[in-house]
């Protein structure tokens, strides 16, 4: 080391005629520790490799928890046979992983916010994640349908808080630079596991059936699922490491205000807010429940074998995969997102007016369908962002997630016994699912007239956006100077 990089850091002082004196500061560890990368690259926290290598460890954490939800609907005729099940039945598996979350995912979001803090709430939601799976694989093994209800409920609750931590992890990494994206990659490699599960479970459980019979071979098969669980804890931990060096590094304050958030926040929350919420219900809930109920569907109405009926159902999960982050990038570019939500919305509508009124192939309806579901999620869940104060993001996810499961825990066993009362036939039921969509239509029509009506920024362009953010400052800053002492 050069003897001038060995010098003790001196400042001078004087005070009136008296001799300056050296003042000696001597260097510390911390401020070599805590300074910001001179040299931006990959190691950078603040760098685009940096916050992109993230991003695939945040987008795998959620990979294992999609792709055990959908083991059942990949196997909805094993079930069925293997724990003489009828549709009923089989939709109360979808049913209770929702229930919990109608209060405990708002509450998870709110012990992100204030108490477990995002890193070490996302490893806890994940072991509970693989402990529900587990005890569920456990429960088909043993042929136990209560054991595996109760797997499917621990289950539950720990994959729709996580999901509320994956989301405020995407804001605190993105926000104000690729977030519409970043959503839809987040939707692209979540659903990329729910194809991965329609396509896989069937041929893993006919070759695990040569070795095990009957509802053993089904707990066998799950069981081997839930490896995907520990991979995404594997994930969970490594993006923890991530974000604590990140936070070091770059001093990172959240929460400049000082506000702390309260379970009361939710009251303060305005009339676009909730409005949001309502199109997260009835929007999904005409998209979850009818893949769940997917096979029976294409079997009886287009003389499909389940290996057929899986590959076009799985079909809106293969399309959001591809899709999601290129309307998410689309999004990012032009901004408007409300006026994609309403977009995604008619369409969606469209296709399933077409798989209900018309001989169209399924193929073409489901496309569309998976299309407008990519759409929408890449253009609703930022809105929620540009709403709400980052110290109260968990909380206002965590809400949006309860509601969610609210409506598909009533919906989805609605959706059983109007299967059930119509003797297999699916028409009244996608009559229903439309019913929801008309809903969701006019909650975004009043997204975009409340917004209109006080000037907001949620359909507005990027360059509008930033234009509306710094007359903001602006003002705020204006009044941050008025004298404290009126004349």
């Known amino acids: ?47 685009t490799p940096h916050r992109f290598l993230a991003l695939v460890f945040m987008c795998l954490l959620g990979f294992g928890s999609y792709f055990c939800y959908d ?36 509450v998870g979001g709110f012990l992100i916010d204030r ?30 349908f209560w054991l595996m209800i109760v797997g499917r409920f621990i289950f539950g609750i720990g994959a729709e808080s996580l999901a509320v931590a994956q989301n405020s992890y995407a804001v605190l990494w993105f926000k104000g630079k690729e977030l519409n994206m970043v959503f839809g990659l987040q939707l692209s490699v979540a659903r990329f596991g729910s194809t991965v599960n329609f396509w896989s479970m069937q041929p893993l459980y006919g070759y695990v059936s040569k070795f095990y019979a009957g509802y053993t071979g089904l707990g066998v098969a799950l069981f081997i699922a839930s490896s995907t ?23 990172r304050n ?35 429940p009818f893949v769940a109920l997917g096979q029976a569907f294409f079997i009886s109405n287009f003389q499909m074998t389940p290996e057929q009926a899986n590959n076009v159902n799985s079909i809106v999960y293969l399309i959001s995969a ?35 009124f018309s001989h169209l192939n399924p193929y073409i309806s489901m496309c569309i369908m998976g299309l407008s579901y990519s759409m929408l999620a890449a253009s609703l869940w930022p809105l929620v962002a540009l709403i709400v104060p980052e110290y109260q993001l968990g909380t206002a996810y965590g809400f ?52 209109r009506k006080h000037q907001g920024n949620l359909n507005m362009s990027p360059s509008q956006r930033a234009t509306f953010h710094t007359s903001i400052s602006t003002q705020r800053g204006t009044t941050d100077r008025r004298p404290l002492l009126g004349n």
């Open 1 to 47: 080391m050069p003897r001038e990089e060995r010098l003790p850091i001196v400042e001078s002082s004087s005070s009136g005629d008296d001799e300056a004196k050296p003042v000696v500061r001597r260097r510390s560890t911390r401020d070599t520790v805590l300074a910001v990368p001179t040299d931006p690259g990959c190691c950078d926290p603040d760098s």
């Open 71 to 106: 083991n059942p609907g990949a196997l909805q005729d094993v079930f069925q046979k293997e724990l003489n099940l009828n549709a009923t039945e089989f939709t109360f598996i979808y049913s209770i992983y929702s229930w919990p979350n109608i209060v405990l995912c708002f």
């Open 115 to 144: 108490v477990f803090g995002i890193r070490m709430g996302t490893i806890i939601y994940m072991l509970i994640v693989l402990l529900g799976q587990l005890i569920f694989s456990t429960g088909g093994l043993l042929g136990k």
């Open 229 to 251: 669980c520990v991979m995404s804890l594997i994930c969970t931990l490594i993006l923890g490491w991530m974000d604590k060096r990140a936070e070091r590094i770059l001093k």
């Open 254 to 288: 959240n929460n400049p205000g000082g506000e702390i958030a309260k379970l009361s926040d939710i009251v303060s929350f305005k009339m676009d807010f909730c409005m949001v919420s309502v199109v997260c219900v009835a929007y999904y809930v005409a998209i979850f």
């Open 322 to 356: 591809i899709a999601s982050p290129l309307f998410g990038f689309i999004i990012d570019r032009v901004g408007r997102n409300v006026s994609w939500v309403f977009v995604a919305t008619i369409s969606t509508l469209v296709a399933h007016m077409l798989l209900t």
């Open 400 to 451: 949006c997630q309860s509601v969610q499961n609210l409506g598909l825990a009533v919906v989805t066993i609605v959706a059983g016994m109007i299967v059930d009362s119509s003797g297999g036939s699916h028409f009244w039921l996608q009559l229903f699912f439309m019913l929801f969509l008309l809903i969701s239509l006019i909650a975004t029509c009043v997204i975009w007239a409340y917004d």
